[in-house]
T-cell receptor, first 108, second 112 residues
């Protein structure tokens, strides 16, 4: 089993829609998690940190389910600018393990 | 804001050349990392360093080496570039566990 697995998508949604996707992880000892956003041909940038059951930042909500070992990201009221690849990241020892990413495309 | 600077955005090198990719961070972070990113494979860890002159192999160190002579600078070296090392290379630093990385803007290397 991979350390971090994501549904690659793509998720194609209209503006204003809600889109959600999950990430599963294998290390049950992980305490903190991250969602990164990566635009085409750019570097990943930190979107959200998740330390307890979840986190909310504006239109973005991350939820953590430790029992089932998954983290979800929900985007409400999608904007065209939300089109990107979203990377799930889980600490491993003193490093971070990255999922392969979920691609979201928001259409007008 | 932490700034991580990679010396080149685009590089084209010939097979067999020795290639140096430089990365500098300005926030006194101890931990620095080199990843490569390829379509469908995500980010894969090449090497990392948690202190000056310290280095650890990541998941795919073959064909690479690193140097960390100063805390702010972490260099990735391709001893003899090959076409399968054509990739996007990303440097990152972070202050410690439970914190996220800050990435440099990446170097897109093409080996011909």
């Amino acid at each position: 089993r991979k350390e971090v697995e994501q549904d690659p998508g793509p998720f194609n949604v209209p503006e204003g829609a809600t889109v959600a996707f999950n990430c599963t992880y294998s290390n049950s000892a992980s305490q903190s998690f991250f969602w990164y956003r990566q635009d085409c041909r750019k570097e990943p940038k930190l979107l959200m940190s998740v330390y307890s059951s979840g986190n909310e930042d504006g239109r973005f909500t991350a939820q953590l389910n430790r029992a089932s070992q998954y983290i979800s990201l929900l985007i409400r009221d999608s904007k065209l600018s939300d089109s990107a690849t979203y990377l799930c990241v889980v600490p491993r020892d003193y490093k971070l393990s990255f999922g392969a990413g979920t691609t979201v495309t928001v259409r007008a | 804001d932490v700034k991580v600077t990679q010396s080149s955005r685009y590089l084209v090198k010939r097979t067999g050349e020795k290639v140096f990719l430089e990365c500098v961070q300005d926030m006194d972070h101890e931990n620095m990392f080199w990843y490569r990113q390829d379509p469908g494979l995500g980010l894969r860890l090449i090497y990392f360093s948690y202190d000056v002159k310290m280095k650890e192999k990541g998941d795919i160190p073959e064909g690479y080496s690193v140097s960390r002579e100063k805390k702010e600078r972490f260099s990735l070296i391709l001893e003899s570039a090959s076409t399968n090392q054509t990739s996007m290379y990303l440097c990152a630093s972070y202050p410690g566990f439970n914190y996220g990385y800050t990435f440099g803007s990446g170097t897109r290397l093409t080996v011909v």
